[in-house]
């Protein structure tokens, strides 16, 4: 029932900036964990940063803090990151994930991606030096 859709990926030169959208199709992002992954090649999905909506906590790794933000926009249904002075590290390719949580939920979305139920069909970044 729920479908998402990323944009926005690319190849930029270490320092550049890209910015990725993904789009849902459920009616409006209530009581959602929403998140970006990413997958380099040889290594593990890793998350990358989590938001939950409509309180507005976030979760970012160490390694993209100050770089990078995750935001949303209710009204279009539609996730972001924004990924500024990128570094050849960051490559991979990067997926949006979903999970609808219960009214009492804490708020906290954490790092784990087998823990998200809906997921996009992920959007290649590449950087290079």
């Known amino acids: 029932q729920v479908q998402l859709v990323e944009s926005g990926g690319g190849s930029v030169q270490a320092g550049g900036s890209l910015r990725l959208s993904c789009a849902a199709s459920?009616?409006?992002?209530?009581?959602?964990?929403l998140g970006w992954f990413r997958q380099a090649p040889g290594k593990e999905r890793e998350g990358v940063a989590t938001l939950y909506t409509p309180g507005g906590n976030t979760y970012y790794t160490d390694s993209v803090k100050g770089r990078f933000t995750v935001s949303r926009d209710s009204a279009k249904n539609t996730l972001y990151l924004q990924m500024d002075s990128l570094k050849p590290e960051d490559t991979a390719v990067y997926y949006c994930a979903l999970r609808p949580v219960s009214p009492w939920f804490d708020g906290r979305c954490g790092e784990s991606a087998d823990w998200f139920s809906y997921w996009g069909q992920g959007t290649q970044v590449t950087v290079s030096s």
């Open positions: 459920a009616n409006s992002f209530s009581r959602y964990c």
